[in-house]
């Protein structure tokens, strides 16, 4: 008696039948398509995620490949559960326990394009498991169109919810000074005063913010060059969870004054998107989301800008205060050529 007249006795789904091998490919085309959406946000902060994301995805689809042509389903479906599996445990973990680069990542459980992988890998992980395959591939139509629902929906509102940041575009929609307490204002006097004597101490040129730590991210000086404003970035103040530290802040903004050396005009603070906001500044900062240029999904941390003016209204502008930064730095009315910002 052959195997296959074996499984089908036992009530189980043949590995060649057609129905289990489409579910298969399908499911491992929706697992390399939902990490290759994801990898590009994370090479400025986790590089061996991308790499890792990128192997997944390429194993994925040469797993689908051979499913499809019916070469070595023997060896070809072991290893397409055991990659659905790693990529599950993986997906847990760094929502349970965390891993390295991408602490934010600990309780986020609503990203819809991550949910959608984790559907497309649960139902492969069954499709290769004796005892569930006849029922993985009764739900796998069902489970691969909400999967590749999320998957879809997930990259439609990244590319809904990113604005991009001209210069009239420094818009921080909710700030509203005049909603602050007594000792929010207090606070924000104070913070002002200590972000402005230590940009003066710190970052007095683009110089000494190099030497400090800070490059051209999160676009690169070639990507930046052109424009009237830029932005550097510490890597390692962005990691340390010290938030609005006007000692310590994740990014500078920079005027590339034309008649001579670039002038620091706004600190930015950057916080994990999952984390909760400050609770000090209370209305006087508004954090918000830039959509990530390569993936059109909104960055992996929300932002504000300190102004560095040194009027509570102006320093904590709801807008970019051009004129104010024209009096002040010689910082052109029309705001030139944009920041060039990037989530």
């Known amino acids: 008696m052959s195997a296959r007249t074996v499984n089908m006795a036992r009530g189980e789904q043949p590995l060649d039948d057609r129905r289990s091998v489409t579910a298969g490919v399908f499911c491992l085309i929706g697992i390399a398509a939902a990490h290759l959406l994801d990898l590009p946000g994370h090479w400025q902060d986790a590089p061996y995620i991308a790499v890792l994301f990128g192997l997944l995805a390429a194993a994925s689809l040469a797993l689908a490949v051979l499913l499809a042509r019916g070469v070595m389903p023997e060896l070809a479906w072991p290893a397409a559960g055991a990659l659905a599996g790693t990529a599950l445990v993986g997906f847990v973990w760094s929502r349970t326990i965390g891993l390295p680069q991408i602490e934010d990542h600990l309780g986020e459980w609503r990203d819809p394009v991550a949910i959608g992988a984790l559907v497309f890998e649960v139902v492969l992980v069954g499709l290769t498991l004796p005892s569930l395959r006849s029922r993985a591939v009764r739900v796998a139509p069902a489970a691969s169109l909400v999967a590749a629902g999320l998957v879809g929906a997930g990259l439609i509102s ?22 602050a307490t007594a000792p929010q204002r207090q606070w924000g006097r104070d913070h002002l005063d200590r972000a402005l004597a230590a940009a003066r101490r710190r970052f007095p040129t683009i110089e000494a913010a ?28 962005q990691k340390d969870r010290d938030y609005i530290n ?9 005027w590339k004054n034309p008649d001579g050396k670039p002038v620091l005009i706004a600190y930015i603070y950057r916080i994990p998107r999952r984390v909760a906001n400050p609770a000090q500044p ?11 240029r390569q993936t059109r999904r909104p960055g992996l941390r929300k932002m504000v800008h300190l102004w560095l003016l040194p009027r509570l209204e102006d320093g904590f502008a709801p807008e970019m205060p051009l004129s104010k930064l024209s009096t002040r730095y010689g910082v052109p009315e029309d705001g030139g050529s944009g920041a060039g910002v990037t989530g």
Do not use: C, I
């Open 158 to 179: 990244g590319e809904a919810a990113g604005h991009g940041h001209g210069a009239r575009g420094h818009g921080h929609s909710g700030m509203n000074l005049a909603t």
């Open 210 to 237: 190099r030497a400090a730590g800070y490059e051209f991210l999160p676009r690169s000086y070639a990507a930046q060059r052109d424009l009237d404003f830029w932005h550097l970035t510490n890597l390692g103040y």
């Open 282 to 292: 209370g209305p006087l900062f508004s954090w918000h989301l830039h959509h990530n």
């Open 246 to 254: 006007p000692e310590r802040p994740e990014s500078l903004m920079y």
